[in-house]
Nanobody, 123 residues
Framework: QVQLVESGGGLVQPGGSLRLSCAAS????????MGWYRQAPGKQRELVAL??????????NYADSAKGRFTISTDNAKNTVYLQMNSLKPEDTAVYYC??????????????WGQGTQVTVSS
């Protein structure tokens, strides 16, 4: 079993910054893609940012709304993915979910989700 625990959400004023963290623990053999998604009230869950590694190279992909403002990064030794969010706007308000594709020590590939953390951008 694998668990993802998120932290770092909260209330911030427009133009402010937040850093989200998501740490994975449990029967992890290898983590493939890591990503952040968000879901605003009344809307579908949408991709914010993805990161994957090949050797020493990280590949990232961002939603257009996140480009230039958000940065996804990882600490592979800690099985942790981060989302640095700068220049936040009210439309960034949502519940943010981390996602990891994990190969467990029992040989199972599974798509795991965090519990979600609320980000509210408001003055």
């Amino acid at each position: 079993q694998v668990q993802l625990v998120e932290s770092g959400g909260g209330l911030v004023q427009p133009g402010g910054s937040l850093r989200l963290s998501c740490a994975a623990s449990g029967s992890i053999f290898r983590i493939y893609n890591m990503g952040w998604y968000r879901q605003a009230p009344g809307k579908q869950r949408e991709l914010v940012a993805l990161i994957s590694s090949s050797g020493s190279t990280n590949y990232t992909n961002y939603a257009d709304s996140a480009k230039g403002r958000f940065t996804i990064s990882t600490d592979n030794a800690k099985n942790t993915v981060y989302l640095q969010m700068n220049s936040l706007k009210p439309e960034d308000t949502a519940v943010y979910y981390c996602n990891m594709v994990v190969a467990t020590t029992t040989g199972i590939f599974f798509n795991y989700w965090g519990q979600g953390t609320q980000v509210t951008v408001s003055s």
